[in-house]
């Protein structure tokens, strides 16, 4: 993987990294190869793995419930590319996955053991405070990203109804 490690420095998760504290978090993981349409994180599911986005294209999902127009469905709500993370979730608690990832094409990933690498990075506390913090602004970046989309999604929906009550 050492070849790769000037692509994963440019990484959301790990550009603030020394050459030399990105191989050896990378080290922790395996290069994966996922197919067109693959559920690579599911809303809902225990969180064991994080996601490096190397090369593809990864469309989030999250549940869209609206008991009071009979709604439920998954509704997009980001694009991750290259040099992107997904499965966040499997370094913080509760440890459960908030979004549904699916390959939108064949798609190669770094795939990271959450807990292994959190002890890790618990073993370099300079290391983990400079991962986490890159952590911190790709939750804050999502969340905004999610409360958009699914704002929109629900204006939508309420807009559908009352045109179909009329």
Not at 38 to 48: D, H, K, P, S
Request: glycine share 6%; charged share 30%.
């Amino acid at each position: 993987m050492n070849s790769d490690v000037s692509s994963f420095r440019a990484n959301e998760l790990f550009s603030g990294l020394t050459e030399s504290e990105v191989e050896d978090v990378i080290s922790l993981g395996e290069s994966i190869t996922a197919s067109r349409d693959t559920n690579v994180c599911r809303e809902g599911e225990e969180a064991q793995h994080f996601f490096l986005v190397m090369d593809g294209r990864i469309i989030l999902r999250k549940n869209l419930d609206i008991p009071d127009f009979n709604v439920h469905r998954e509704t997009p709500v980001g694009v991750c590319h290259p040099s992107q993370i997904i499965g966040w979730s499997a370094l913080v608690e509760p440890y459960v996955y908030t979004l549904t990832a699916t390959t939108e094409k064949e798609s190669r990933l770094l795939k990271l053991p959450g807990r292994e690498t959190q002890k890790f990075l618990g073993e370099r506390p300079e290391l983990g405070y400079k991962v986490m913090n890159a952590l911190a602004n790709i939750i804050s970046r999502r969340l905004r990203q999610i409360e958009e989309a699914l704002i929109t999604e629900r204006v939508l929906v309420i807009e559908e109804a009352r045109e179909h009550s009329s």
